[in-house]
């Protein structure tokens, strides 16, 4: 991926990130690529071991890695302690963004009682609702609905078609991708019953909304709905995947990460430095700890209350094999019963 035309050589990377340099410091790079694909202009990283033996055929400009892998590496490298969050950082100075110019679009409508800041850009077909507040160096992209009583702080973005329903306040450098939706109304449903006794639903109002802390990034199509009565809560540096659900009044804590198609029912709260994996499932009204990880496909039924890493569900396996084992699964109770009567009755207590 090219980036910057004149490029860095690998001194001023060095220099720029706090690396050490192995191999030629003038060594000049204009864009990043895997170790596989990288040419002589690109640079690349190592992070994982088990990429080592793709060392030999690279024909990368610059590789960052750690010390260890260097030994032997005839190409110039930058070292550092942690080569895939090196490379993260090195990389966003070949991103190349749209340039956008302050100001709002003549097709977008903005209410009367609405505040945008003059340094703020409003895209093409965007609405901004009553009372909603729209802060400096904000870019609000193409098509975005912005309900009532919102507020964007410095520095946000909403890349495109992105919605805020009501109450939802965004605090600064939030970034929100194409397609989601904040501010929903909760799943709050009441069953009750007609004077002639037949069950109905009524709807609870939800009349909350939704609070998002500095420096987060919620996904492509990923929703989080308003509380019923408290605020739906995302403290500092969350970061949420593609096409995730958090519930009504869910508080997730600062630093953690929720891979995508993770679902997180109503008034359940995360702690902090949390790691949730790909499609996992939490239940509502639980605590889980700080510093827990629940690896991909992992139904949370209850509270965690230690640090550790939590796993459910059965690994992918040859169906027919999976039906064999499904049969005994359900037959583990009635073996569980057998073991302990057995036991009893070796020890005398029968």
């Known amino acids: 991926m090219s980036g910057d035309v004149t490029g860095y050589t690998a001194s001023a990377l060095a220099e720029r990130f706090g690396l050490a340099v192995h191999g030629d410091p003038e060594v000049s790079v204009r ?65 190349a963004r749209p340039a956008t110019q302050p100001g709002i679009h003549p097709s977008a409508v903005v209410d009367p009682t609405a505040s945008v800041h003059p340094d703020a850009s409003i895209g093409p077909y965007t609405s901004i609702g009553a009372r909603t507040q729209v802060a400096a160096r904000a870019r609000i992209g193409a098509g975005c609905v912005l309900g009532e009583d919102c507020a964007v702080d410095e520095g946000c973005e909403l890349v495109a078609r992105v919605t805020l329903v009501r109450r939802v306040r965004l605090g600064k450098r939030v970034l929100v991708h194409p397609g989601a939706v904040l501010g929903a109304d909760g799943f709050g449903i009441a069953l009750a019953r007609t004077p002639g006794g037949e069950p109905h639903w009524i709807k609870v109002p939800q009349l909350g909304g939704v609070r998002i802390g500095d420096d987060c990034e919620i996904g492509a199509n990923t929703t989080i709905d308003r ?13 949420l995947d593609n096409q995730i659900q958090i519930g009504h009044n869910v508080c997730i804590g600062a630093h953690t990460a929720i891979a995508g198609c993770a679902a997180v029912a109503g008034s359940t709260r995360i702690g902090r430095y949390c790691l949730i994996g790909g499609a996992a499932g939490i239940v509502g009204h639980i605590e889980i700890c700080d ?35 499904a049969a005994r699964f359900r037959q583990l109770d009635r073996l569980a019963r057998d073991v302990a009567a057995h036991n009893r009755k070796d020890k005398g207590e029968e």
């Open 291 to 325: 510093r827990v990880t629940v690896t991909a496909m992992s139904l949370v039924t209850g509270s965690i209350r230690e640090p550790g890493e939590y796993s459910s569900g059965t690994p992918l396996m040859d169906n027919r094999e999976w039906r064999r084992n």
């Open 227 to 239: 509380g019923a009565l408290d605020d739906t809560e995302l403290e500092h540096d969350v970061r």
């Open 31 to 95: 864009g990043v690529a895997t170790l596989a694909n990288a040419g002589a202009v690109d640079l690349a990283f190592l992070a994982n071991p088990k990429y080592r033996g793709q060392l030999a055929d690279c024909k990368a400009g610059i590789v960052v890695m750690r010390e260890a892998d260097a030994e032997g590496y005839t190409g110039t490298a930058l070292l550092a302690d942690d080569p895939y969050v090196a490379f993260a950082r090195i990389a966003a100075l070949f991103e």
